[in-house]
């Protein structure tokens, strides 16, 4: 299932499922989208605070709900990550989802939704950029490439100095799933819990030590999600590494150990995940990934 396009003039839906955000950030956003040539719809709780939270889970998942009810909304942009989605997922009608399908863009703590909202409702999600992401050039240009012109096949590809690595050759197609690797371990053992049989498992994280990502790793190797994938894309791991490795494997070591042994056609350094440029991806879509051109082929529409 696919969402309708966004065109200039339409409006954006901003919500907070996650942690809050300062005012000024927010505005600063709402500005800049503005400025872009769309209409804005603050979500009612956005500004809300609750410890680490923007608002009890009841307000966020309300605000949620009704972004994906208002028909003048044509695209749900997620203000930040942080920590709080999870939360929520007991108080979503995801019939509601299913029924009034949208454009939804977010990363990081919001994997759960992306997913979510894919494997139970068939809707193609979006991993990207988030309100108070920067917007640089070629992450402002994945984006909205990717949600106003995605009704046709397209390539995704890195920024012509940022090459990509594989130990494969020959290209492979499947569904693209994953995100954050730490939500898509948390929700293990759950009913959110992520199914990688036979999909293209993508995976990105920021600051969490080589043994931090080595543990989430064995994790998914443990319960068998590793080697269910048929392929892997790694993306950005920013600030997962350590000034000095007297006590420590390097996070190459930790690919290399828990991720390459494997033997699973793995595609490395993909531009997507908590650092810049930030390459939206189609959580979801059928895709090919191309080892010899680096790049990821979406080789069906989504939006429509």
Known sequence: MISNKLCLGDTIGLIAPASAENRSNIQSGIDFLKEKGFNIKEGKNIYNRLGYLA??????SNDLINMFLDTSVKMILCIRGGYGSMRTLPYI???????NP?????FSD???????????????????PMLNSNFDDITIKSLFDTVMNGFRPYVISNPKDMLVKSNFDECIEGVLVGGNLSLICSTLGTDYELDTKDKILFL???NEEPYSIDRKLTQLILSNKLQECSAI??????????????????????????ILSINKPTLMNFMSGHDYPKLTLPIGAKIKINPTAGSIEVLEAVVK
Do not use: A
């Open 55 to 60: 608002g009890t889970d009841i307000e966020r």
């Open 93 to 99: 009608d995801l019939n509601i989802i299913k029924n």
């Open 102 to 106: 949208k454009i939804f863009v977010g």
């Open 110 to 128: 919001i994997t759960t939704y992306l997913n979510l909202f894919y494997s139970k409702c068939g809707l193609i999600t979006f991993h990207g």
């Open 204 to 206: 990105e994280d920021v």
């Open 233 to 258: 894309i790694l993306g950005q791991f920013t600030n997962c590494t350590l000034p000095h490795y007297e006590r420590s494997l390097t996070l190459n070591q930790v690919i290399e150990d828990r």
